[in-house]
C-alpha cells in the first residue's frame, strides 16, 4: 500500500471503495460507510495496540504497521480470498479512520461490515475506544 506523502487529512490515507458491495469505510457514503472508531481521550491508542486485537480476532493475517497505521491482508478460511484492513489513527479528530474490503469479486455477504463491527466490539471491550 503506498501512503501520501503529506498526512494532514489521515482519513484522505484510505483508499475509495469502488462501486461494489464488498467494501466499507468510514470515509465511504451511502450503504458503504460505517463509522469511524471513537478514540478514549485519556489513552493513546498505538496501532500495535490494535494489531493485538485484531490477531486475536483474526489468525489468517499478514500486517504492516507503522505508529498510525494499520494494513492487515486477511486471508479467508475457505476459498483463501484475501480482504485489505486498513486503520489510521487519527489524534487530532480522536477517531480511528477505517476501511475493510475485498480484494476481488463483487459481492462479500456483508464479511467486511460485519469484520468492522466485530473489531470496534473487541476494541471496546480492550478499553481502546469509546
Request: glycine share 4%; net charge positive; charged share 25%.
Amino acid at each position: 500500500m503506498t501512503l501520501c506523502a503529506s498526512a494532514s487529512a489521515d482519513e484522505n490515507l484510505l483508499k475509495a471503495c469502488p462501486n461494489k458491495p464488498n467494501c466499507v469505510s468510514s470515509n465511504a457514503i451511502g450503504s458503504q460507510h460505517t463509522p469511524a472508531f471513537r478514540l478514549k481521550p485519556e489513552i493513546e491508542t498505538t496501532a500495535k495496540q490494535l494489531a493485538t486485537v485484531l490477531q486475536q480476532l483474526e489468525p489468517r493475517i499478514s500486517l504492516n504497521i507503522d505508529k498510525l497505521h494499520l494494513h492487515a491482508d486477511i486471508r479467508s478460511r475457505v476459498f483463501e480470498f484475501v480482504d485489505e484492513l486498513d486503520l489510521i489513527i487519527d489524534p487530532t479528530q480522536g477517531l480511528i479512520h477505517v476501511r475493510s474490503a475485498a480484494r476481488t469479486g463483487y459481492y462479500d455477504f456483508g464479511v467486511n461490515r460485519r469484520r468492522i463491527e466485530k473489531l470496534r466490539s473487541s476494541l471496546q471491550q480492550a478499553g481502546l475506544i469509546l
